[in-house]
């Protein structure tokens, strides 16, 4: 009996040790409590943003007090550097019967001799390659590819020496050219991807009914059903959707050939909605990708896989994996950090709708008295779908049919066809080979309206840096890998 009362005593202590031992937390609970309250919430926030802001001027304070250290450790260096080169000139003093004062004279101990004839062996092959980076860096400067004349915002064709620049040094320097080690790479990597092509019935369905509205309008343009101005019309939205595929989307954004003021940038955007080929990165992206891989299955308008489909049956189906992985791979930020571009991928639809449709058609019925079905039929369906076949020659007959002046290796070719209906884009073999010359041929504005409209902009300011090839490695290119049909330009006679 004594033993279960004392068992039950225990019991009863321990319970109450362990009460007092969860009640213990209860002021603690309540102070957390307290602490979740929106006044203490924003006082621990304001005290954790002053302890931040102090560790963030001790860890300032301390970079900055390294750099100073690493400043002044060059500058002690160089000091040093500079008075032991001097030290030579007082060691050519003659040693001899000198005494005790020669002895401990400036540079007369043997070990400091040799001290110093160390250090400048040491520095020998430095200085030498100082003066051979100089020289290399300035023979760069000299055979420089590009030169930018900073008074006329424009860029001039610097004097080179054939013999010191090769082909292949400036083919590196120019932007988007095609990279052949990656290229045989894709080609092995490719036949080992499980590929089908998969139609996209969408577009079939979209491009089909576009078609027919077109023969539509071009049966009312063949029968002179519309009235002249809208043949006028019909041409110069041809014109402008060209421009802002060809002067914007290609020339300006893609290969960034030159730079163009806000104003000229607007109005190639506005330009490029009127022919309705995507928005201007999405665009730039696929042509990255076809003259970084031209040929491969990165190359979104492939020619190996028929001409058709280098076309438009490229629209038509699902793009390659390769396509894909490899334009994830392209740097865009330029394209990106440009708030006209960006502008426009934002409200892209209602653009086009307005611009590529609505004003086309609504101008001739209002200004002068247009049929709205002519006006829709022609002006709008007919002449952006002859933008859109223009356009897209470009990407087959100009890898088709043609010569090859500047290097036979390749698939583009020269087409004056595609030259003269896509105003200036057709000499593709000079365009692959010298991707960034913002003129993409030799020829004149009278077959290359882009580069007029390029110039003129030029000539009032409102484009600048414009690159462009110089003769002399043009015409070397031309000798060395070329098929023969070369005809260099004939300078004019002063």
């Not at 970079?63 to 260096?77: L, W």
């Not at 101990?109 to 004839?117: D, F, K, Q």
């Not at 520095?123 to 004349?149: G, H, I, W």
Request: contains cysteine; positive net charge; hydrophobic residues 35%.
């Amino acid at each position: 009996m004594e033993g279960q009362i004392k068992r039950h005593s225990e019991t009863r202590r321990s319970i109450r040790t362990g009460r007092e031992r969860e009640e213990r937390p209860v002021s603690s609970m309540v102070d957390m409590t307290a602490m979740n309250s929106p006044l203490m919430r924003r006082i621990e926030r304001k005290r954790r943003d002053d302890e931040e802001k102090v560790i963030f001027r001790r860890e300032d304070e301390e970079k900055k007090r390294r750099e100073e250290g690493r400043q002044h450790r060059i500058q002690r260096s160089s000091h040093v550097h500079a008075s032991k080169m001097k030290q030579p000139t007082q060691m050519r003093i003659p040693r001899r019967n000198m005494g005790e004062e020669g002895k401990n004279g400036v540079g007369t101990s043997r070990p400091e001799r040799n001290e110093v004839h160390g250090t400048i062996r040491n520095e020998v092959p430095r200085l030498l390659e100082r003066v051979d980076k100089k020289e290399k860096d300035a023979q760069e400067r000299r055979t420089s590819l590009f030169s930018t004349n900073r008074y006329h915002e424009m860029t001039v064709r610097t004097k080179m020496a054939p013999a010191e620049v090769s082909v292949k040094k400036i083919d590196e320097k120019q932007f988007l050219t095609a990279e052949e080690s990656e290229i045989s790479r894709l080609d092995e990597e490719a036949k080992k991807i499980p590929y089908k092509t998969k139609v996209v019935w969408k577009n079939v369905a979209l491009f089909t009914a576009l078609h027919f509205g077109a023969l539509l309008g071009l049966y009312q343009l063949l029968t002179f059903q519309p009235k002249w101005q809208s043949y006028v019309w019909t041409f110069v939205l041809h014109v402008i959707g060209g421009l802002g595929i060809t002067a914007g989307a290609h020339r300006l954004w893609a290969h960034r050939a030159y730079k163009a003021r806000l104003p000229v940038r607007i109005f190639l955007m506005f330009a490029n909605c009127v022919a309705l080929q995507n928005d201007i990165i999405e665009w730039c992206r696929d042509h990255r990708c076809h003259h970084k891989w031209t040929d491969t299955h990165a190359d979104p308008h492939n020619t190996k896989r028929g001409f058709f489909f280098s076309h438009m049956g490229w629209l038509l189906v699902r793009k390659h994996p390769q396509v894909k992985s490899q334009g994830t791979k392209l740097d865009l930020s330029d394209l990106y950090a440009d708030p006209v571009c960006m502008w426009q991928r934002h409200n892209y639809v209602p653009l086009v709708f307005v611009f590529c449709f609505l004003l086309p058609a609504a101008i001739p019925v209002y200004l002068w008295g247009e049929s709205a079905f002519i006006a829709f039929y022609v002006c709008s369906l007919l002449r952006y779908t002859f933008t859109l076949h223009a356009t897209w020659c470009v990407n087959s007959v100009a890898h088709w049919i043609g010569a090859k002046p500047y290097d036979i290796t390749i698939s583009p070719v020269q087409s004056l066809t595609t030259t003269v209906i896509a105003i200036g884009e057709g000499f593709h073999n000079y365009h692959h080979v010298f991707p960034q010359d913002y003129r993409t041929s030799e020829s004149n504005w009278k077959l290359n309206w882009t580069k007029g409209f390029i110039d003129i902009c030029a000539a009032v300011g409102l484009v600048y840096d414009r690159k462009e090839v110089a003769d002399e490695v043009i015409s070397r290119q031309a000798a060395t890998h070329g098929d023969g049909h070369y005809e260099p330009k004939k300078v004019k006679s002063h």
